[in-house]
Protein backbone atom coordinates (compact mmCIF):
# COMPACT_ATOMS: atom_id res chain seq x y z
CA UNK A 1 0.00 0.00 0.00
CA UNK A 2 1.40 3.29 -1.15
CA UNK A 3 1.42 5.92 1.78
CA UNK A 4 2.67 9.56 2.08
CA UNK A 5 3.18 11.00 5.45
CA UNK A 6 3.66 14.99 6.11
CA UNK A 7 5.16 16.23 9.16
CA UNK A 8 6.37 19.57 10.02
CA UNK A 9 3.73 22.16 9.33
CA UNK A 10 2.66 24.38 12.27
CA UNK A 11 1.97 27.87 13.33
CA UNK A 12 4.76 30.72 12.82
CA UNK A 13 4.99 34.45 12.63
CA UNK A 14 5.56 36.16 9.01
CA UNK A 15 8.87 36.13 8.59
CA UNK A 16 9.22 32.58 9.86
CA UNK A 17 10.51 29.66 8.36
CA UNK A 18 9.54 26.18 8.48
CA UNK A 19 10.18 22.35 6.96
CA UNK A 20 7.57 20.44 5.65
CA UNK A 21 8.75 16.03 5.68
CA UNK A 22 6.63 13.99 3.15
CA UNK A 23 7.84 10.13 4.11
CA UNK A 24 6.74 8.44 1.20
CA UNK A 25 6.73 4.15 0.65
CA UNK A 26 9.88 2.90 -0.77
CA UNK A 27 8.01 1.36 -4.10
CA UNK A 28 6.30 4.98 -5.58
CA UNK A 29 8.97 7.07 -4.26
CA UNK A 30 12.01 6.44 -6.91
CA UNK A 31 10.20 6.32 -9.67
CA UNK A 32 7.89 9.39 -8.86
CA UNK A 33 8.08 12.93 -9.26
CA UNK A 34 7.39 14.29 -6.07
CA UNK A 35 5.63 18.18 -5.35
CA UNK A 36 3.42 19.90 -2.55
CA UNK A 37 0.30 21.58 -3.23
CA UNK A 38 -1.58 24.04 -0.90
CA UNK A 39 -4.99 24.50 -0.46
CA UNK A 40 -7.31 27.30 1.28
CA UNK A 41 -11.09 26.82 2.08
CA UNK A 42 -13.07 27.92 -1.05
CA UNK A 43 -9.98 27.35 -3.77
CA UNK A 44 -8.29 24.70 -5.58
CA UNK A 45 -5.33 23.40 -5.12
CA UNK A 46 -2.27 25.18 -5.74
CA UNK A 47 0.89 23.77 -6.89
CA UNK A 48 3.89 25.13 -4.80
CA UNK A 49 7.19 23.12 -6.29
CA UNK A 50 7.79 19.89 -7.59
CA UNK A 51 11.05 18.10 -8.11
CA UNK A 52 11.32 15.11 -10.50
CA UNK A 53 12.90 11.89 -10.11
CA UNK A 54 16.23 13.40 -11.69
CA UNK A 55 16.23 16.28 -9.36
CA UNK A 56 14.60 18.74 -12.22
CA UNK A 57 12.66 21.25 -9.78
CA UNK A 58 9.62 23.58 -10.26
CA UNK A 59 7.89 26.60 -8.23
CA UNK A 60 5.05 28.10 -8.15
CA UNK A 61 6.41 32.28 -8.95
CA UNK A 62 4.60 33.16 -5.54
CA UNK A 63 7.28 31.02 -3.74
CA UNK A 64 10.40 31.77 -5.85
CA UNK A 65 13.42 32.64 -4.08
CA UNK A 66 11.52 31.69 -0.35
CA UNK A 67 10.85 27.95 -0.90
CA UNK A 68 13.11 24.75 -1.79
CA UNK A 69 12.43 21.47 -2.27
CA UNK A 70 14.57 18.46 -2.29
CA UNK A 71 14.51 14.50 -1.96
CA UNK A 72 16.58 12.37 0.22
CA UNK A 73 16.14 8.71 -1.83
CA UNK A 74 18.32 7.51 1.02
CA UNK A 75 15.49 7.93 3.26
CA UNK A 76 12.28 8.38 0.63
CA UNK A 77 11.51 11.63 1.73
CA UNK A 78 10.88 14.87 -0.20
CA UNK A 79 11.38 18.21 2.25
CA UNK A 80 9.66 21.73 1.46
CA UNK A 81 11.58 24.06 3.08
CA UNK A 82 9.81 27.79 3.17
CA UNK A 83 11.60 30.54 4.04
CA UNK A 84 10.14 34.11 4.98
CA UNK A 85 6.91 33.38 5.17
CA UNK A 86 3.56 34.99 4.51
CA UNK A 87 0.21 35.53 5.93
CA UNK A 88 -0.79 34.58 2.32
CA UNK A 89 1.14 31.04 2.94
CA UNK A 90 -1.20 30.19 5.20
CA UNK A 91 -2.64 26.99 3.45
CA UNK A 92 -3.13 23.37 3.92
CA UNK A 93 0.23 21.46 2.16
CA UNK A 94 -0.12 18.33 0.42
CA UNK A 95 2.06 16.10 -0.69
CA UNK A 96 2.18 14.60 -3.89
CA UNK A 97 3.48 11.45 -5.81
CA UNK A 98 3.16 10.93 -9.46
CA UNK A 99 4.64 7.96 -10.71
CA UNK A 100 3.34 9.31 -14.40
CA UNK A 101 1.80 6.36 -15.21
CA UNK A 102 -0.09 5.84 -18.32
CA UNK A 103 -3.39 5.91 -16.41
CA UNK A 104 -2.35 9.51 -14.74
CA UNK A 105 -2.88 8.28 -11.53
CA UNK A 106 -1.13 10.16 -8.72
CA UNK A 107 -1.03 10.02 -4.76
CA UNK A 108 -1.90 12.80 -2.02
CA UNK A 109 -0.90 13.02 1.94
CA UNK A 110 -3.26 13.91 4.09
CA UNK A 111 -2.27 17.54 4.45
CA UNK A 112 -0.77 19.19 7.07
CA UNK A 113 -2.06 22.93 8.22
CA UNK A 114 0.19 25.71 8.35
CA UNK A 115 -0.47 28.93 9.78
CA UNK A 116 1.66 32.02 9.48
CA UNK A 117 0.17 34.92 11.41
CA UNK A 118 0.57 38.79 10.74
Known amino acids: QVQLVESGGGLVQAGGSLRLSCAAS????????MGWYRQVPGKQRELVATITSGGFRNFADSVKGRFTISRDNTKNTVYLQMNSLKPEDTAVYYC????????????WGQGTQVTVSS
Open 26 to 33: RSIFRISA
Open 96 to 107: NADPQVASGYVY
